[in-house]
């Protein structure tokens, strides 16, 4: 299958810093890609879907503010956690879209973990 | 009523068992599902894909889908301790729409 890398796969930080969460795709170009969060021991939540060259597009309840997402090329979304509080702290997960004929499929990166101190 | 529905369990079967999970989804013009394999700690993996109705074999896998009944279940044969994870259904309608995924737990 496809190989999706995120970068870093764990950070930690303090409390009103910022963090960038890298998300590429290694061996294919997605022109979509997604990025979810996920607490512990709940269901994966779709947070935004991000489209290269345009502005990603926020679920209900997501703050694009705080949660700015930039795709400018083919192969790498950013994800970038702004004044992260320790409520942010979570497992957030990219995926890219790839199309194969009729299965329009997502691969996942292997996440990254946030903590915030 | 949710998009994509699954038990959530935990489902617990001996090893050596046939593990069956189970999805249900609204949106009859869906044409493709996915399963989705998701250990502790790690994020998902794909173990199946299908979108023609009936069986679908990979290994110790088989995916089944019935568009008639919106419901696309995943059978595990000889089921390992290894295959002990969450298990997570996908859709793709316009968008791809995940359930909120079975605890599988296959015991020695």
């Known amino acids: 299958g496809a190989v999706v890398s995120q970068h870093p796969s764990r950070v930690i930080c303090k409390s009103g810093t910022s963090v960038k969460i890298e998300c590429r795709s290694l061996?294919?170009?997605?022109?979509?890609m997604f990025w979810y969060r996920q607490f512990p021991k709940q269901s994966l939540m779709l947070m935004a879907t991000?489209?290269?060259?345009?502005?990603?597009?926020?679920e209900q309840g997501v703050e694009k503010d705080k949660f700015l997402i930039n795709h400018a090329s083919l192969t790498l979304s950013t994800l970038t956690v702004t004044s992260a509080h320790p409520e942010d702290s979570s497992f957030y997960i990219c995926?890219?879209?790839?199309?194969?004929?009729?299965?329009?499929?997502?691969?996942f990166g292997p996440g990254t973990r946030l903590t915030v101190l | 009523q949710k998009e994509v529905e699954q038990n959530s369990g935990p489902l617990s079967v001996p090893e050596g068992a046939i593990a069956s999970l189970n999805c249900t989804y609204s949106?009859?013009?869906?044409?493709?599902f996915f399963w989705y394999r998701q250990y502790s700690g790690k994020s998902p993996e794909l173990i199946m894909f299908?979108?023609?109705?009936g069986d679908k074999e990979d290994g110790r896998f088989t995916a089944q889908l019935n568009k008639a009944s919106q419901y696309v279940s995943l059978l595990i044969r000889d089921s390992q301790p290894s295959d002990s994870a969450t298990y997570l259904c996908?859709?793709?309608?316009?968008?791809?729409?995940f359930g909120a995924g079975t605890r599988l737990t296959v015991k020695p």
């Open positions: 995926s890219a879209r790839v199309l194969a004929g009729v299965a329009d499929t997502q691969y």
């Open positions: 061996d294919f170009q997605a022109t979509t």
């Open positions: 991000s489209n290269e060259g345009s502005k990603a597009t926020y």
């Open positions: 949106d009859r013009g869906s044409q493709s």
């Open positions: 299908i979108y023609s109705n």
């Open positions: 996908a859709v793709n309608e316009n968008d791809m729409r």
